[in-house]
């Protein structure tokens, strides 16, 4: 089954405004990723946290990590219409047999309106 | 570099056909999978495999197949293509576990 679950499933913001995007997990992890997917096209990497870091930044983006909640938080301030796109977190599991695989949730589609 | 490359981008099916999804790397990565991608479903794993000979079953396995026998390559194999079979499919590569992923253009496959 998949492991994260992002929240909420769509986002509607005017240009200027930030966008919060939550994911949850459920086991336990080694590191968290954040994707960017423009329609139709492939996935892009946007930023990884490990599981012994609570917070990064790359640019406007910035992503929280909470492993006792097993959640994280990906923010995009000062939103652009070029940011709307599906986001989408991925976990690499920490034990057994799934140690070799990244699992992805089902998304969160963010609609910037200019 | 060309990074992640999958062909055909776009291809139609008949129900019982078979046929081979390409996916090459030109990056060295030792790990490769392959997803799908449905509407509401988010990616699921098919099969993955992390180096030239060795796979594994992802998520969704059934009706698929794989081999590795180079580090480039890693081909899907639909054996006998059903309609549920209809979907977009990623393939991916890393250099190993716990470090990003590089993502193809996806192929459109239909199934009627």
């Known amino acids: 089954s998949q492991q994260g679950e992002e929240d909420p499933q769509a986002l509607s913001i005017q240009e200027g405004e930030n966008a919060t995007m939550n994911c949850s997990y459920k086991?336990?992890?080694?590191?968290l990723q954040w994707y960017r997917q423009n329609s139709g096209r492939g996935l892009v990497h946007l930023i990884l946290?490990?599981?012994?870091?609570r917070e990064k930044h790359s640019g406007r983006l910035r992503v929280t990590l909470d492993t006792s909640k097993k959640s994280s938080s990906l923010l995009i301030t000062a939103s652009r219409a070029a940011d709307t796109a599906s986001y989408f977190c991925?976990?690499?599991?920490?034990?057994?047999?799934?140690?070799?695989?990244?699992?992805f949730g089902k998304g969160t589609l963010l609609t910037v309106n200019p | 570099n060309a990074g992640v490359t999958q062909t055909p981008k776009f291809q139609v099916l008949k129900t019982g056909q078979s046929m081979t999804l390409q996916c090459a790397q030109d990056?060295?990565?030792?790990?490769m999978s392959w997803y799908r991608q449905d509407p509401g479903m988010g990616l699921r794993l098919i099969h993955y495999?992390?180096?030239?000979?060795?796979?594994d079953q992802g998520e969704v396995p059934n009706g698929y197949n794989v081999s590795r026998s180079t580090t480039e390559d890693f081909p899907l194999r639909l054996l006998s293509a059903a309609p549920s079979q209809t979907s977009v499919y990623f393939c991916?590569?890393?250099?190993?576990?716990?470090?990003?992923?590089?993502f193809g253009q996806g192929t459109r496959l239909t199934v009627v």
């Open positions: 991916a590569s890393r250099t190993r576990r716990n470090t990003e992923a590089f």
């Open positions: 086991t336990s992890i080694n590191n």
């Open positions: 946290i490990r599981s012994n870091e």
């Open positions: 991925a976990t690499d599991a920490n034990s057994g047999g799934s140690n070799y695989k990244l699992t």
């Open positions: 990056m060295n990565h030792e790990y």
């Open positions: 495999s992390v180096g030239a000979g060795i796979t």
